[in-house]
């Protein structure tokens, strides 16, 4: 299986909603994903202005994403999450629907959530990059 992977939140650091402060791989491959956007198969954005539906969109991508190199949102071991927003509540929420998501348990381990003023393509609110331990 995977190299053992070891998630760690030290008693000296903060208390976090789900995810670790430091997660551990001993030994294995590595994919690193690109960022998964809000976009369909046709390269169209999903639900322009409806942050719900593009976190909808980015799961199901990078869910197919993590099954493309035979790993699944266990095997995640860093996420790092741009949120178009310099709201609290709106970024609290976009956390919550995505730990809620199909690749919810990608966000226990290592995680930054930003917000960010801008994404890449017009209309973008939200974008998630994730770095795995590969199964053997």
């Not at 869910?63 to 266990?74: D, T």
């Not at 629907?97 to 917000?115: D, K």
């Amino acid at each position: 299986m995977t190299g053992q992977i070891t998630r760690i939140n030290p008693p000296e650091l903060h208390a976090t909603p789900g995810y670790h402060h430091i997660t551990v791989v001993e030994a294995g491959r590595t994919a690193y994903l690109a960022g998964q956007c809000p976009l369909d198969p046709a390269g169209e954005l999903v639900g322009r202005g409806d942050l719900d539906a593009q976190i909808d969109q980015v799961a199901a991508n990078a869910l197919a994403a993590l099954s493309a190199v035979g790993a699944e949102p266990e095997h995640v071991v860093r996420s790092v999450i741009y949120v178009v927003s310099d709201d609290g509540p709106v970024l609290g929420a976009a956390w919550q629907r995505l730990t809620a998501s199909v690749i919810g348990p990608a966000f226990t381990t290592a995680s930054t959530l930003l917000g960010v003023a801008r994404l890449g393509f017009s209309g973008q609110l939200v974008e998630v990059d994730l770095t795995a331990a590969l199964p053997h």
